[in-house]
């Protein structure tokens, strides 16, 4: 998201304008090491732009600095803007999902512009280790159930959202996966706990 007054239309557009104003546009977050934080200095290290981060005491603060201006990005979960999309206050540039959302549909993908690039939250169930497999493959079957519920399916693709159901053995392939990848922006970001 930018903020209606940037300069930039498109994600190549904003990459060009970053690249002859480096250290000029400020990347509005809910505070450090978050997922919107990471995601931008995904965007970073993919496109070799230097954004400056600012940090806020959650996705409240940054997206009214947003919207009133003092930032010029955010890399915001779509839950948390898409009202204000829809209301034309901010303008998208693309989302970080692999591809379009169904909830906003005329607004590309990043990894259009930038191959590979996906940032998407998620949510999963966790169980002890020592949990017998009959109730994760229980609760596996039941929790994908609801997932594809029409109700359930309806009502997250209206808030943005995308119902991933799979495996207990797929979770856990990404659950791997995605720790790899983000060490590596973290450390590319020089993060550090605390």
């Not at 949990?131 to 109700?151: C, H, S, T, V």
Request: hydrophobic share 45%.
């Amino acid at each position: 998201m930018v903020h209606s007054s940037f300069p930039a239309a498109t994600v190549p557009e904003f990459i060009a304008y970053a690249k002859t104003n480096p250290g000029k546009i400020n990347m509005a977050s809910s505070g450090n090491g978050t997922s919107p934080h990471i995601a931008g200095e995904l965007f970073n290290m993919m496109t070799g732009v230097g954004m400056v981060h600012v940090p806020y005491r959650g996705a409240g603060p940054a997206l009214t600095d947003l919207l009133g201006g003092q930032v010029q990005v955010m890399f915001a979960t779509m839950v948390s803007v898409i009202e204000h999309v829809r209301a034309g206050k901010l303008r998208p540039l693309a989302v970080t999902t692999a591809t379009r959302s169904d909830a906003l549909s005329e607004i590309p993908a990043m990894g259009d512009f930038l191959p590979g690039y996906e940032a998407s939250n998620w949510y999963g169930v966790g169980v002890p280790k020592s949990a017998p497999g009959a109730i994760i493959d229980r609760l596996n079957k039941e929790i994908n159930a609801g997932l594809l519920d029409p109700n359930i399916k309806a009502r997250l693709t209206e808030l943005g959202s995308e119902p991933l159901a799979g495996s207990p053995a797929a979770f856990g392939t990404m659950i791997a996966e995605e720790t790899a990848k983000w060490a590596k922006v973290i450390k590319f970001a020089n993060l550090k706990l605390g």
